[in-house]
């Protein structure tokens, strides 16, 4: 069973850091595409970041390139993104997901407020 427990989110002043964690069970990461997704009041889900062990890339959303990184820890089984020079319009519920890839099941964790104020 497919389990996504993400943490780390809060409240940060603009320009400032976080680093939110998706702590991944029932996943083994060489099988899933691992993303990161967000979702602002009043928009649609968009997806910020995916990482894909099995063939070793990342995918960033063209607002958030250069600012954030996902990697993963496989030995924790764990998604991580970095998020730097945060802005307000990155305020958002983050959510964590896993892909797998032969079937294109999508798995959703129940997410992260990252709120970015002064």
């Known amino acids: 069973q497919v389990r996504l427990v993400e943490s780390g989110g809060g409240l940060v002043q603009p320009g400032g850091s976080l680093r939110l964690s998706c702590a991944a069970s029932g996943v083994t990461f060489s099988t899933y595409g691992m993303s990161w997704y967000r979702q602002a009041p009043g928009k649609e889900r968009e997806l910020v970041a995916v990482?894909?062990?099995?063939?070793?890339?990342?995918n960033y959303a063209d607002s958030v390139k250069g600012r954030f990184t996902i990697s993963t820890d496989n030995a924790k089984n764990t998604v991580y993104l970095q998020m730097n020079s945060l802005k307000p319009e990155n305020t958002a519920m983050y959510y964590c997901?896993?892909?797998?890839?032969?079937?294109?099941?999508?798995?959703w964790g129940q997410g992260t407020q990252v709120t970015v104020s002064s």
């Open positions: 997901s896993a892909l797998l890839l032969n079937t294109r099941r999508r798995y």
């Open positions: 990482i894909t062990s099995v063939v070793g890339g990342t």
